[in-house]
């Protein structure tokens, strides 16, 4: 064992001062695994090690409401979806030098700073001159021309690195005339030939209308979207896979793996994990998935099914009940972060409670609670105290509950606790109950990215250089046959306008891209719902480990991509 | 990268059903890490691959009060070390078979298992025939001769794997006469020749006991403890740290790097990590010296300046002050389990309150609070409402205040945002302020473990078996030289009772071995101590990544560890 207190970072050496940015990464040391990590090696899908030419798909329509995205995006609508294959001509592409453009959206997925070194390493590999310039903090960076331009020396110590740290991320939307008046000045000021937006459904929506107004005005710039989302749920037939879901899942996996065999080796223990997600449940999923705990709440399910707190109570509590004749006083709950907003009845009794305390002084004696219809009652008093207060007392600033600030697992603790202790008086149940909570959350969002996710964002981004090199706009970068060795992946592009559908919003048509939510009927979920009740009652624990880097246990993919993907191969070989 | 759901475990199929024990790892599946750990060989220091003889030191005393530690412990007290060295003899120890017994205690620390298979294998080479068994769920395995005999293939799935789960722990304790003759009669029904007890500081204490009781009783069976405990407040000279603290700060570290890597790139949080370690703080220390967070508070020095929740609550504002004036509107605050055991004046009020609650009624005016002394009650009123209802509300059996239920994470993120918020009204701060709360607990005590702990477990396993191969009794078993490659480690056993002190208890002198503390004048404290200021206003984040079990980056060593061999390095060269 070789000691060794903190490595020079290479990359701090070999970067000259004057690169570093304020909030960049200047440590004169870093850990041993982030000095490996920039050096490790990517690989790449042979197409883009060749040269190559685009292929259109026939024309695209939309998720929804065609007739309505037509008029939405009138100069992109329709657009066919493009894929890169080798071309013998070694000219296919011009060799002209770019000025594009990056911007991180949104919230931190393991993989982001791939994205951008793979448009770096495209641009030097096939427009050597061209330049790379990224947007500060988000969109908020491109309306006020905050940005840093991208070099070798700088991107160097962010390769294979977690985080956004690069160039930072921000949510802000790019949405009123006057901003996209912003947007164009940027565009004019640099010159820009072309701009990848790196981002979730909404920053994707973004990207699309970027690009129509662009168009539009007959700007030069170009935009391409990239799928980004730890959830999950950005996806679509062709983009398999929204980058950081894979590496996410598996640094909360190996958490529950190792409250798993902690709740076996002590064995007093239940472990309610709550996982962030709070739209779709795919982390949930694909973590039940790795790990095969005792129980996992999927929230699509129990919209579906229309289930109460009360019936997922019940259930947690049959299983508890029946784990405790088997001698087992302990096992492992998963609980997706958005849980609440699944279940029916909670969402009235929120819309009623943000009604009521917006109009009425609430008394000490609990009269305002008559204003509650019966059932919303019924739940209320159903609720723990400590949960009744929260609902009442943290309001945010337009005065409406705060659901999001409910900490979901202590609250099914604790209504598992009075439940239990009613089955105790009946002589139902005999057995010892201690709830431990966890919130899985940040700590998986900057991880370093798996080498699934190092090598697909590398590609996602010179996927989104060569589409901006080819003239290509209003596309999202995909990689697809991802359950191949790389070097057989699939590169291209996809309209963003065909993910889309509208919403009505304030008497008008918006477009957005729908999330995709867990299908009850897909593979992943089926698989789980197969083995759920073997796995309640026995002890099929597994402990996935830390993501390994090296070796035969670093290649990896997650189940759920695996899985959809056998289930899109056999539906192939049936048709 | 091959798509692989799960790999059939080798373990699974190589194991005879009879063995399969109801707690143990019997899924027919296990994860690619888990399969591949189970492979892993482990070096061992030369001397165990030799035929070996003991040498002793000169007799030893106690850690203190060696008068009554010598009342204490009649027979074993004054006991020298013993070094394991090469011998030229191959017949240095009997071929005799032996029948061992080994028991987990207490809370799970990584590397528990490699203790179990070192000893096993160690009889499987040296005493060919012999038995071992497992007691289960602890001490109390002991004393109801609750056991399974542990086999070649019984524990082949466990390893290098993380947990207790093969035979599982408690924190049980053999403490008055019926039980120790029921430990005795174990002993007599097993016709045990030895005894490895791993654990704490109270289990091997307890250890000490057993060994001299069975001595007095002129029982055969030996007695050999192993220092085990994630805390690290195990340590002495001849034991350099107890196993498990190198896993669990890595497992740690790396959640602490990720959010680091969150908190620059989001721009936004303030995260408060509270990490497990209730009576010292050697696991924050070691996160800090890996991580460079901004804050780090230290237990033992918050004791030793007598500082108050107050001065401790001012620090970090300040700080939080001046990172905001120079644009950094985030950071990382690591704070240990037992923070509040360290303040003196919250004891001071934890005893009042006991006393108060115990035979008065409170009073909803708050004239009960009049009962406080004014420090005490200018401190309660001090904390947040919701911590003042904690107290007050949630009491143990015994009717205590639960110290330990309190998040003071969660109460240090209020007590911040009330002094902020005075700051701000005085216009001497004009940043904002969002906090985010971390408990990274469990997660750590059961991770795989690293390359470092399973190597030095193994061999603390096979110290254990050749110390009572050669008829040692009341050791601790000891591998050091840690420093150095692992066939230089030294391997031997140090005297129980030279670790111990006594305490007073109930009018009577009870031996102790004091928990090793985080040493103001250490090495590891002095080198955060020189940093801390550059690390709260600098940004000198370092993410560890997960722990590598393959390759250059998987022999690392923890920094306390290398920083106190480096000490005693020093202080030999300068004697």
Partial sequence: MAPSLAIACQAATERPARALAPTSRVAAVCSEVQASRIGHKLDLPSVLKTPFKIVHGPPSSSAGNPAEIAKLFPHLFGQPSASLVPSDATSAVS????KIGVVLSGGQAPGGHNVITGIFDYLQEHAKGSTLYGFRGGPAGIMKCKYTELTSDYIHPYRNQGGFDMICSGRDKIETPEQFKQAEETALKLDLDGLVVIGGDDSNTNA???????????????????????????????????????????????????????????????????????????????????????????????????????????????????????????GVILIPEGLIDFVPEVQQLIAELNEILAHETVDEGGLWKNKLKPQSLQLFEFLPQAIQEQLMLERDPHGNVQVARIETEKMLIQMVEVELEKRKQENRYKGGFQGQSHFFGYEGRCGFPSNFDSTYCYALGYAAAALLHCGKTGLIASVGNLGAPVSDWTVGGTALTSLM???????????????????????????????????????????????????PTSHAINHTLLLELGAQARTRMIQ
Same sequence: chains 1, 2.
């Fill in 95 to 98: 060799k002209q030098n770019l």
């Fill in 208 to 330: 699309g209308l970027l690009a129509e107004n662009f168009r539009s005005k007959n700007l030069k710039t170009r935009v391409i979207g990239c799928p980004k989302t730890i959830d999950g749920d950005l996806k679509c037939k062709e983009v398999p896979v929204s980058f950081g879901f894979d590496t996410a899942c598996k640094i909360y996996a190996e958490m529950i793996g190792n409250v798993m065999v902690d709740a076996r080796s002590s064995g007093k223990y239940y472990h309610f994990v709550r996982l962030m997600g709070r739209a779709a449940s795919h982390i949930t999923l694909e973590c039940a998935l790795q790990t095969h705990p005792n129980i996992t709440i999927i929230g699509e399910e129990v919209a579906m099914k229309k289930l109460t707190l009360k019936n997922v109570t019940d259930y947690i509590v049959d299983v508890i009940c029946k784990r405790s004749e088997l001698g087992y006083n302990y």
């Fill in 501 to 551: 559908d509208v919403e009505r919003r304030h008497g008008k048509f918006k477009p957005v891209i729908k999330k995709a939510m867990v299908e009850l009927e897909g593979a992943p979920f089926k698989r789980f719902a197969s083995m759920r009740e073997e796995w309640a009652v026995k002890n099929r624990y597994i402990s996935p480990g830390p993501i390994q880097f090296v070796g």
